[in-house]
């Protein structure tokens, strides 16, 4: 996921403050963990998803969250 707002979006806010997150895929909810990902450290991530952004949006300029399954779907 990427935050438009960066820091300033309250969603971003709330995983900072706590990375417990939940979320839906189809009719799966998931529980994860959610964490920034820094591009300075971790270039190939933010590259690749950087890349899929720009292909399905046409937009890649944020902050990237990457959400972690606890319980993965089966």
């Known amino acids: 996921m990427i935050s438009e707002r960066r820091e300033k979006a309250h ?16 009719d799966n909810k998931i529980n994860g963990n959610a964490r920034i990902v820094n591009k300075d450290m971790e270039h190939k991530l933010a590259s690749e998803v950087s890349k899929l952004m720009d292909e399905k949006y046409k937009w890649s300029q944020g902050m990237i969250i990457e959400l972690t399954a606890i319980n993965p779907a089966k």
């Open 11 to 26: 969603w971003v806010q709330n995983i900072i403050h706590d990375p417990k997150v939940s979320f839906t895929v189809g």
